[in-house]
T-cell receptor, first 114, second 115 residues
Framework: AQSVTQLGSHVSVSEGALVLLRCNYSSSVPPYLFWYVQYPNQGLQLLLKYTTGATLVKGINGFEAEFKKSETSFHLTKPSAHMSDAAEYFCAVSLYSSASKIIFGSGTRLSIRP | DTGVSQDPRHKITKRGQNVTFRCDPISEHNRLYWYRQTLGQGPEFLTYFQNEAQLEKSRLLSDRFSAERPKGSFSTLEIQRTEQGDSAMYLC?????????????FGPGTRLLVL
């Protein structure tokens, strides 16, 4: 069975500081891995995804994530936080062989301090 | 705007009433998914369609829930005899089946409140 654990339900950083949102996954087969962002009262927007190949994945809005198989992790980072980054972030996993459904983590709310 | 639309965006109903939500996917997408998101949680998979065929249903989808995609385009999700525990955001997503990296695009959701 697949699962996702996001460490920290709430992360607060200062504007301009490094953003690090942690995600660990469990999967018995090679996974697809995703990060989605959700702004208040809106649906989910894909930030980035890992399928195969290069383990460092670059996404939109300056975010990137690194797939580390040995650590079963897929942490999301951004070098310099912006006020507009304040939102809920979800890490997710689906089966490599079939993207029929996505299993989401419980989310991390990112707050940005001026 | 991802191109996936949902209607209505908000619905308030009394316990015991039936409600129906509609999802219009991106036009060329053949896969359509429904998820439910409760407050403070990530979305949970409910069901998905490939064209008009419903291929998978979660155990979360009780007998009071039914989903259809009659012509392989838009989909409806009906909840009969609503309960307060059904209060949640219902999200629809669509994707184009392809080998390799399939991406699901989400709509804005329908927020349901059962009084």
């Amino acid at each position: 069975a697949q699962s996702v654990t996001q460490l920290g339900s709430h992360v607060s950083v200062s504007e301009g500081a490094l953003v690090l949102l942690r995600c660990n996954y469990s999967s018995s087969v090679p996974p697809y891995l995703f990060w989605y962002v959700q702004y208040p009262n809106q649906g989910l927007q894909l930030l980035l995804k890992y399928t195969t190949g290069a383990t460092l994945v670059k996404g939109i809005n300056g975010f990137e994530a690194e797939f580390k198989k040995s650590e079963t992790s897929f942490h999301l980072t951004k070098p310099s936080a912006h006020m507009s980054d304040a939102a809920e972030y979800f890490c997710a996993v689906s089966l490599y062989s079939s993207a029929s459904k996505i299993i989401f983590g419980s989310g991390t709310r990112l707050s940005i301090r001026p | 705007d991802t191109g996936v639309s949902q209607d209505p965006r908000h619905k308030i109903t009394k316990r015991g009433q039936n409600v129906t939500f509609r999802c219009d996917p991106i036009s060329e997408h053949n896969r359509l998914y429904w998820y439910r998101q409760t407050l403070g949680q990530g979305p949970e998979f409910l069901t998905y369609f490939q064209n008009e065929a419903q291929l998978e249903k979660s155990r979360l989808l009780s007998d009071r829930f039914s989903a259809e995609r009659p012509k392989g385009s838009f989909s409806t999700l009906e909840i009969q005899r609503t309960e307060q525990g059904d209060s949640a955001m219902y999200l629809c997503a669509s994707s184009l089946e392809a080998s390799g990296s399939e991406t699901q695009y989400f709509g804005p959701g329908t927020r349901l409140l059962v009084l």
